[in-house]
């Protein structure tokens, strides 16, 4: 089946900065789709991306389907932006949404 | 709209006991998914159902575990006999179709001692 691989595993930031997460996919797909689970175990949907590019305040996202990756832009963090994002993929002639292992993210005042 | 509604919240039960997980979608939506979330595993599909007819239950790990979508606004998860590696948190989720944009409820945490 289709692989879903995220980078970093973790990533430990201070107030303020910027980060790239990164998601690659072994696969074609039909959409992609960025995912935030808050430490109260709360999964919401970020982006429904397959492809190009969107924003939502401080938050961006770029899919480039033709070379299997995609990336989360999160910019000026804050602390409630802590947790793990996952990316999912729904590949073609089905409808499952298939997830990655995710990328833990804190952030320290 | 109240979101996916899933109950209960948290299941604490024996080894061996039935368990009954319930869930509500989004009015409208047409595709209903399980999930289950381990530390081990990740997130894994259980099964999905599309107008209420169960489509893909590859996911389903054994016989002892069950789903049904009588109608549009109700899904359970049904495992009989519970074991203590049925542990984890059970997420129901959403769409309006599939391949579109999914909504997860606040999940079940379950315990089988």
């Known amino acids: 089946g289709i692989q879903v691989e995220q980078s970093p595993p973790d990533l430990i930031l201070q107030e303020g900065a910027n980060s790239t997460l990164r998601c690659n996919f072994s696969?074609?797909?039909?959409?992609l789709q960025w995912f935030h689970q808050n430490p109260w175990g709360q999964l919401i949907n970020l982006f429904y991306?397959?492809?190009g590019t969107k924003q939502n305040g401080r938050l961006s996202a770029t899919t480039v389907a033709t070379e299997r990756y995609s990336l989360l832009y999160i910019s000026s963090s804050q602390t409630t932006d802590s947790g793990v994002y996952f990316c999912?993929?729904?590949?073609?002639?089905?409808?499952?949404?298939?997830f990655g292992t995710g990328t833990r993210l804190q952030v320290f005042p | 709209d109240a979101g996916v509604i899933q109950s209960p919240r948290h299941e604490v039960t024996e080894m061996g006991q039935e368990v009954t997980l319930r869930c509500k979608p989004i009015?409208?939506?047409?595709?209903l998914f399980w999930y289950r979330q381990t530390m081990m595993r990740g997130l894994e599909l259980l099964i999905y159902?599309?107008?209420?007819?169960?489509?893909?239950d590859s996911g389903m790990p054994e016989d002892r575990f069950s789903a049904k979508m009588p109608n549009a606004s109700f899904s359970t998860l049904k495992i009989q006999p519970s074991e203590p590696r049925d542990s984890a948190v059970y997420f129901c989720?959403?769409?309006?179709?599939?391949?579109?944009?999914?909504?997860f409820g606040s999940g079940t945490q379950l315990s089988v001692l």
């Open positions: 999912a993929v729904c590949p073609y002639n089905t409808d499952k949404l298939i």
């Open positions: 989720a959403s769409s309006l179709q599939g391949n579109e944009k999914l909504f």
């Open positions: 159902f599309n107008n209420n007819v169960p489509i893909d």
């Open positions: 991306i397959p492809s």
């Open positions: 009015s409208g939506h047409d595709y």
């Open positions: 696969d074609s797909v039909n959409n």
